[in-house]
């Protein structure tokens, strides 16, 4: 049999010895004990600060399923109710409107976008995106958010979201799946329904309860000593700091806009709580954070055949999606070992969750390398972990 927590190092330090990141980390949770811990390489090579435990990294898009979580307690609580029109909480989302590339211009949508369309990625809701037009005035929003930050004017989340608003659905609500500022609409309607600032919603809800004390919509002065660098890589210069805003991303004390869909930092360590929180069914250390049925209902597949049919990334290839999390439906297409069931999400910059509820197990992979995806060396320690399972 060969020896599990060599075969993870091996991996995880050729991608440090071989250039393609600067730093990697990886913890692995099975039944509430530790199997697996290792750091390699730099968080911040300029600095010369190591990759370890504690560093805070950029979250990107593993934000999203602490934003399905905190819209799931309001939901709990009899405050939300999926079905419900966004337009309920965000008025200036009532009058969507639909582009139609054979008119060149934007319709009437045929229904409102609900909070289940949010959660689904099924709203119509694009990100920037040069291939069509809403993609297209979605990057001009994303460029005036960014242009009047550095103008030193700070734009909140409801701002922000009026003007996402203004831009048109790339679909009828519901008709397909796409990848976009659903999340983030998402943040602003938990914000309405609980009349509080997100951040503080998530504090007091998940992050105290949870233990999270480095996870936050920003970075604290006596805390950027942990804080990681993120790079990219091209063919001509390897692996360079990245300079610019891929989504609006700010993470100073002054944060305006606090996104649901990308701006969370946080560490190993707290991800990995709120991860055996809902693999253990919503409970962490004996505190009810959510309800076992909740969290059964978040890791489920809710799109249908046509809806899936735009789920092609090599990333989640045999997966389903719903509660803005991958759930793993076909073993087969997927190439891959893992439960059935097996549900998470990643990051912009390479980060990973994997959850189980059948193993109680938590894999975390933590890069910071833009663009990167689901990477192979992130496929080789999952299909590792799931080999050395007794």
């Not at 440090?16 to 990141?21: D, L, M, N, Y």
């Not at 060149?104 to 099924?122: F, Q, S």
């Not at 055949?305 to 991958?326: A, F, H, I």
């Not at 109680?360 to 833009?370: G, K």
Request: overall charge negative; charged content about 25%.
């Amino acid at each position: 049999m060969y020896n599990y927590k060599e075969t993870m190092d091996s991996l995880i330090e050729r991608e440090v010895a071989e250039g393609r990141v600067k730093g990697a980390s990886a913890l692995v949770i099975h039944r509430n004990r530790e199997i697996y811990y290792n750091a390699f390489g730099y968080a911040d090579e300029e600095k010369g600060m190591s990759m370890k435990r504690d560093t805070i990294i950029r979250l990107f898009s593993m934000t999203k399923p602490v934003t399905a979580a905190a819209a799931m307690i309001l939901m709990e609580r009899g405050i939300l109710d999926l079905w419900d029109p966004v337009s309920r909480y965000l008025p200036e989302f009532r009058q969507s409107m639909v582009w139609s590339e054979e008119k060149k211009c934007g319709i009437p949508a045929e229904r409102e976008i609900t909070v289940w369309d949010l959660l689904n990625m099924t709203s119509g809701i694009p990100y920037p995106d040069p291939a069509h037009e809403p993609g297209r005035r979605m990057d001009e929003v994303v460029k005036d958010l960014i242009a009047r930050r550095n103008r030193g004017e700070m734009v909140s989340t409801r701002e922000l979201l009026r003007q996402v608003s203004t831009v048109p659905l790339c679909f009828q609500p519901g008709e397909k799946w796409m990848y976009g500022f659903s999340a983030d609409v998402l943040g602003g309607v938990i914000e309405a329904a609980s009349g509080k600032r997100f951040g503080q919603f998530l504090r007091e809800e998940l992050f105290e309860p949870l233990d999270m004390k480095d996870t936050a919509f920003f970075v604290p002065a006596d805390k950027l000593c942990r804080f990681a660098q993120y790079y990219d890589w091209t063919e001509q210069e390897g692996l360079q700091v990245h300079r610019d805003s891929h989504l609006g991303e700010y993470y100073g004390e002054d944060v305006a806009f606090e996104s649901g869909g990308a701006g969370l930092v946080s560490t190993l360590d707290d991800y990995s709580h709120f991860a055996s929180m809902l693999v253990h069914k919503g409970t962490y250390k004996g505190k009810r954070i959510l309800g076992r049925k909740t969290v059964e209902f978040m890791a489920q597949n809710r799109l249908n055949p046509r809806q899936r049919e735009d789920l092609t990334w090599d990333s989640v290839k045999g997966y389903g999606y719903g509660c803005l999390m991958r759930v793993l439906m076909d073993q087969g297409a997927a190439g891959y070992n893992g439960s059935l069931g097996e549900f998470g999400w990643d990051g912009w910059t390479g980060n990973y969750v994997a959850m189980d509820f059948q193993e109680e197990l938590v894999l975390l992979y933590f890069i910071q390398l833009c663009g990167a995806g689901a990477t192979p060396a992130l496929r080789k320690l999952k299909t590792v972990t799931y080999g050395a399972l007794e």
